[in-house]
């Protein structure tokens, strides 16, 4: 997996953690330092829940090894295409319901939302498995790079409200299902 490969997978799996930090922001209005620690919460788990998704896919990697491109295409185009149907759903919102009741609230509901906004990494995380990839640096990278938009989210949020969000997660979507053709055609040998 090349590093724009990383990039562009890091930020999609980062893009509902935003959006979902964006309502919550608006929601709690929190202080950079309550920002800080948010991000955190949310780059932890999203760093944890595509190993463990990984350990997954590698149990089952050698029983689907024939397929297992047409698998990760397939779990990267549900995750993408359900990610942006979500967020077009959400278009024209009002800035209080985004998210629903996971938007405000205290520690554990803020941990019960990034365990919510996780689940699609570890999906993506199986499909991880099935592609020669370093797991580790992934995980890193997309930790990262959702600490840092999460952290965002919840000071755009509290700022401007939560519009952007929705836009943020299609373009993630996209990215999740473009990623899956990619390794489609580069398996298929039309990339070649």
């Known amino acids: 997996m090349s590093p724009f490969s990383i990039a562009i997978l890091a930020f999609s799996m980062s893009a509902d953690a935003c959006a979902a930090a964006m309502a919550r922001g608006v929601a709690t209005k929190p ?18 829940t595509p190993l463990v998704g990984w350990a997954f896919g590698l149990a089952a990697s050698n029983y689907i090894a024939s397929v297992d491109h047409w698998v990760a295409f397939a779990l990267l185009c549900i995750v993408g295409g359900k990610m942006a149907l979500e967020a077009i759903d959400r278009f024209g919102v009002a800035d209080g319901d985004v998210e629903g009741g996971l938007a405000g609230g205290g520690t554990l509901t803020l941990i ?14 199986v499909t991880l498995a099935l592609v020669s990839v370093n797991i580790v640096s992934v995980a890193l990278a997309i930790g990262l790079t959702t600490f840092v938009l999460a952290t965002a989210g919840m000071m755009i949020g509290r700022r401007f409200g939560a519009k952007f969000g929705p836009v943020v997660e299609v373009i993630g979507g996209v990215g999740l299902i473009a990623i899956g053709t990619a390794i489609l055609l580069d398996h298929t040998g039309v990339l070649s």
């Open 31 to 48: 202080s950079l330092s309550a920002a800080i620690k948010g991000g955190l919460v949310f780059g932890v788990v999203e760093t944890l």
């Open 112 to 125: 019960l939302t990034a365990v919510a906004t996780s689940i699609d990494a570890a999906a993506v995380g």
